[in-house]
Nanobody, 120 residues
Framework: QVQLVESGGGLVQPGGSLRLSCAASGSIFSIATMGWYRQAPGKERELVAT???????SYVDSVKGRLTISRDNAKNTVYLQMNSLKPEDTAAYYC??????????????WGQGTQVTVSS
């Protein structure tokens, strides 16, 4: 099994910054794509950013130029650097990893979620 543990959420003023981290652990054989979703109250879940094992990234248009996804393959960790935060970025953020283990083929695992609140 693969476990994902997130950290780094919190309360920040508009224009501020936060850095989310998500570390994967377990009997991991390999991790392909990692990324972040978010879900605000009353809204559908939204894919925010993804990064492949080779470092190719993609972003939803609303965060381009403000949020940056990166990963450390040696640590099985994905990061989301969040700058110039806006109130509309307020949501629960969930990381995911498409990972295989010594006993399972590629499947998606999820973090428990971390709350980001942007408010003055």
């Amino acid at each position: 099994q693969v476990q994902l543990v997130e950290s780094g959420g919190g309360l920040v003023q508009p224009g501020g910054s936060l850095r989310l981290s998500c570390a994967a652990s377990g009997s991991i054989f390999s991790i392909a794509t990692m990324g972040w979703y978010r879900q605000a109250p009353g809204k559908e879940r939204e894919l925010v950013a993804t990064i492949t094992s080779g470092g190719m990234t993609s972003y939803v248009d609303s965060v381009k130029g403000r949020l940056t996804i990166s990963r450390d393959n040696a640590k099985n960790t994905v990061y989301l650097q969040m700058n110039s935060l806006k109130p509309e970025d307020t949501a629960a953020y969930y990381c995911f990893a498409d990972a295989s283990t010594r006993s399972t083929m590629l499947r998606t695992s999820w973090g428990q979620g971390t709350q980001v609140t942007v408010s003055s």
